[in-house]
């Protein structure tokens, strides 16, 4: 490995190949490498405390290829903050960049440009960079400023130069950077890396250097813990609502808020379990948007978990959701876009409707927070929904032109769990109208009955084919010729005659007694429904029959009343008709055994309405008033389970800017 | 609603199988009636006795 002297202190320099840049660990000089004595370029800053769990000198392997920690850059972002960026020389040569930002890991390589990069100017958050076969996403695009560095670095930095840059993720979980301070730009690419996989081991310790510091307010003198020291770029003041920079457990006064009622649940510093995690509630966000003139307010908890990540706890309404981020790549724009923003999204094979898109404001601060927060910054926020999940998009402009777009997946938490975790006191708030994410209760109900419904339909179409097979038997017939059975209703003695519908007739008042009685009928089944059917050509007329199926020997009746009636004309609707010339009257099993039939036929007039009719009488016959009743027993409820599904739904979305009933 | 829907599907089940099963009817125009004992000992007598209990016949 090259050697070389530090231009200030002596001390020596390493310059691998590929290092364009060193610095001295003794005087903090950094030095340009040259083709003879490295050139000094100036001292650097001492490295911020990020709470790196890495090291100098720490050795590793990726994908069999070992590498060495070489170097580490710190820049610091636009709102404030700095990320690691640090250097790994492999066995080979070759090195990586390993970008490490709010406990995630990228590590990426330099490539040849598989196509044409855009230029700066050009780039939008969300929008598309497609390069070779790949689309990538912008997810950022900002400018980075050189705070400090130490080790070999493989780029020939400068004393608090910005460098133009862009984010790119694509599916799978890869990652890229266009480097804009070179022209043309360089790309990096990459992917999102687990510290496990890179096989760390030697120097330094990869023990988390998180240590809470226990600081008084300097304004108030109220306790003013930090949780985060490492990270925290902001404290707000509970107490007295001084908000102050802070950078490695140090504090700068910047002003005093005018605070809104936090309105806060979870106290500062309470520790709790969600989603498995240990979690620590470190700051409280107050935010707000305004539609149509109102004011809607919301709380934000920020969480701190044991390696150092960050979540966030909304509640609004009463309503609680966890929040964590998730790779734009893996979101899809469907839909028509209005105003730059899509009607819909596709996250992990669901389609994600959009609720709303709106301006959230920072309206109070409390606690501290990893970048410089401060009252009435704002984002333009969108949310998408499905079921209870909901995404969202938060587009914030950077100081300088930059812009950044984040997304995240908020899951419903029940009130009540949310206490439980945190150990509140009292009761939950009861939560306030329909969340966009809530669980609709309605559907689990309707799904678990459709599931007994499928069961109960199943078991009666068992039921038909059953009765279906065992099929019907014929137990009597007879054709009762009225004119036959009754002489003095011989044509000679009186014309037959058809009434008119609604016709008075002089003569129906005139007694007609004719009682017929069958040869006798034999019932074998006492388990078989019976089914008599009258059938009589009536034309606007009717004719009845009164009957009785007599058990002669146990004296077991059954008496029924059947009737053919048929009517039809036509009036200023055009025709019409009722009624029908064979009608049926089922009757309960009776007992095995000998039966006679009594009939007796009824009609208004003294002649007949027609000159015969017949009468079969069955045994086991398929009633399907009986599978009617069953099937609206099986469907009635689960439709009105739908029904209240639906109307949840329709109730949640008329809170959206974008329901189908109004709004937008 | 659960519970509703299974009292439903019970009552349901309940009618169609008691009359696929059963032949058990519980609709239209019909009534069971027993003739008493002491009408059946007469031969014949049922008739009159139903001539005389309701169904006349006509008017």
Redesign the interface.
Known sequence: MPQASCPTCGAPLSFRPGTMVAVCEHCKSISARTDRDPRLIGQVADLVDTGSTLALGMEGRLDGRGFTLAGRTQLGHPLGGVWDEWYLAFADGRWGWLAQAQGHLFLTFREQAPGSIPPFESLQVGGTVHLGGTVWMISEFSRGTFKAAEGEIPWLVEQEASYPYADLSAPGGAFATLDYSEDPPLFFAGREIALEDLKLHGAGALAAKLKAQNLPCPRCGAPMPLRAPDQTQRVACAACGSLFDAEEGRFSFLKSLKQVDPRMFIPLGAEGRLAGMPLTCIGFLRRACTIDGLKYFWGEYLLLDSHGGFHWLVESDGHWSFVQPIPLAQIQRTGAVLARVPQAVQYAGNTYRCFQSTEAVVEGVYGEFYWKVEQGEHVHASDYVHENISLSEEIQRHPGGGEEVTWSCATYVPPEEVWLAFKLKGEAPSPQGIAPNQPNPHWK?AR??GL?MAL?LG??LI?FV??SAAGERLLFQEHYDLFERMPALQPAAVPLAVPQPGSPDTK??E?????F?SNPIQVE??????ALTLRAPVNNAWIGI?G?L?N??T????????ASSYYHGSDSDGPWSEGGQTET?????VPAGTYVL?I???WDGKVPPVRAFDLELR??VL?G???G??????L???I??VV?ALAFESRRWQESMFTTSGGD | MRILYLIALAGGFAFLGSNVFGGREYFGNRRRAEIPPSVRQTPGGWRTFMHNHGFRGGK
């Open positions: 109900t678990q009955m007994w109960a078991l009666l039921l059953y009765q129906a008042e007694a007609q007694e004719p009682v009685f089944s006492g388990h078989r429904n019976l009164d009785a007599v002669e020997a004296g077991t009746t059954e008496l029924f009343e059947v009257v089922f009757l309960s099993a009594r007796a036929p009824q045994s086991g009633h008033l009986y599978y009743l069953a099937l609206v027993a099986i009635l409820i689960p009105l389970a209240r």
